[in-house]
């Protein structure tokens, strides 16, 4: 089993930076394909991006493309999420997920294990 927790969420101004991170439990964490997600308040929880276990393949949400980067350190068991150019539009729970695959994937009914959230706030 898999735990997963978020940090570095926070408020921010447009146009501003944040970098989240999810620290996973446990010694299987480059087993596992990581994503994120994010959920605005009345919405369906939306894919951000994903990363394979390796971390060599990526792939990213068309609103998130040229704007997010998520990377992953398996020495460490963390997946970050570095956000730039940060638009109200982007204020959301953001959610981390592994899933026993090879690429992290845009469905989220594939992730196993999910974390509790953090939240984002941008302001315009």
């Known amino acids: 089993q898999v735990q997963l927790v978020e940090s570095g969420g926070g408020l921010v101004q447009a146009g501003g930076s944040l970098r989240l991170s999810c620290a996973a439990s446990g010694r299987t964490f480059s087993r596992y394909a990581m994503g994120w997600f994010r959920q605005a308040p009345g919405k369906e929880r939306e894919f951000v991006a994903g990363i394979s276990r390796s971390g060599v393949i990526t792939n990213y949400a068309d609103s998130a493309k040229g704007r997010f980067t998520i990377s992953r350190d398996n020495a460490k068991n963390t997946v970050y999420l570095q956000m730039n150019s940060l638009k109200p539009e982007d204020t959301a729970v953001y959610y981390c997920?592994?899933?026993?695959?090879?690429?992290?994937?845009?469905?989220?009914?594939?992730?196993?294990?999910w974390g509790q959230g953090t939240q984002v706030t941008v302001s315009s």
């Open positions: 997920a592994a899933a026993a695959g090879v690429v992290g994937t845009s469905k989220p009914e594939l992730y196993d294990y």
